[in-house]
């Protein structure tokens, strides 16, 4: 199986009062491309600040992360943003659509900040197609239910075409259905649209969707599943 990113004997620490609190220790993950990966852990496990590190957001205090066989803890803060914006997507808890504008024009926003070169209109019907709202185009975000607007999210995010979508706790303010829902339409984009979908979460009940599941807790690794 081909992995698009990697962590090798990853850490973070964050400077406490004159002392150091490691958030990560000992990190190394594979992550398949064109596959759901779950990252499991309660609150403080480590999973988010694990993510932000795999998303480029963040950089480790030690060890390595590769991206398509390029080392990205190298790039600079620059290039780390171009890789952001042209290969990764991020769907988030905090759903952030933009309030002013309808479901087309917050994918269509997204789209134009990539420098998307296609046809937009045609690209933003289609992504709406993807996660069954097509219908719903014209309709702001406080017209949507949570759900829905959760896979506006996802809509947007997978509008440039990135090649991995980390996606923090995207089901954590769903019911249970709905965030089901969401997980199912992961597993669609992975099979239609190749994209490889990084999440994390704390539901049991959404492990049987991973294709891999990684367990932390104490900012460990301490479980690896296929």
């Not at 698009?4 to 973070?12: D, F, L, P, S």
């Not at 759900?147 to 089901?171: L, N, S, Y």
Request: hydrophobic share 40%; aromatic share 6%.
């Amino acid at each position: 199986m081909e992995n698009i990113m990697k962590t090798e004997g990853v850490g973070r620490a964050f400077k406490t009062q004159g002392d150091d609190f490691w958030a990560l220790r000992e990190i190394s993950v594979e992550i398949p491309k064109g596959r759901l990966t779950i990252l499991r852990g309660r609150s403080g496990s480590g999973k988010t600040t694990l993510m932000n590190i795999l998303g480029a957001l963040d950089l480790p205090t030690e060890g390595s992360v590769s991206f398509a066989g390029k080392e990205i803890t190298a790039l600079s803060d620059i290039e780390r943003t171009a890789l952001r914006r042209k290969k990764i997507g991020f769907v988030f808890q905090s759903i952030a659509l933009i309030p002013m504008m309808t479901a087309y024009e917050n994918v269509d926003f997204a789209l134009r900040m990539a420098g998307y070169k296609g046809d937009r209109k045609e690209r933003v019907m289609e992504c709406l197609h993807l996660v069954g709202l097509s219908a719903r185009a014209d309709h702001m975000p406080q017209e949507l239910s949570g759900g829905e607007q959760q896979r506006i999210a996802i809509a947007r995010a997978i509008a440039h075409r990135p090649e991995v979508i980390f996606a923090d706790e995207p089901t954590g303010a769903l019911d249970t259905m709905t965030g089901l829902t969401v997980v199912k339409i992961f597993k669609e984009l992975c099979e239609k649209e190749g994209v490889t979908i990084v999440m994390t979460t704390h539901d049991v009940g959404l492990m049987e969707f991973g294709d891999q599941v990684y367990e932390l807790e104490g900012g460990r690794l301490i479980h690896e599943e296929e």
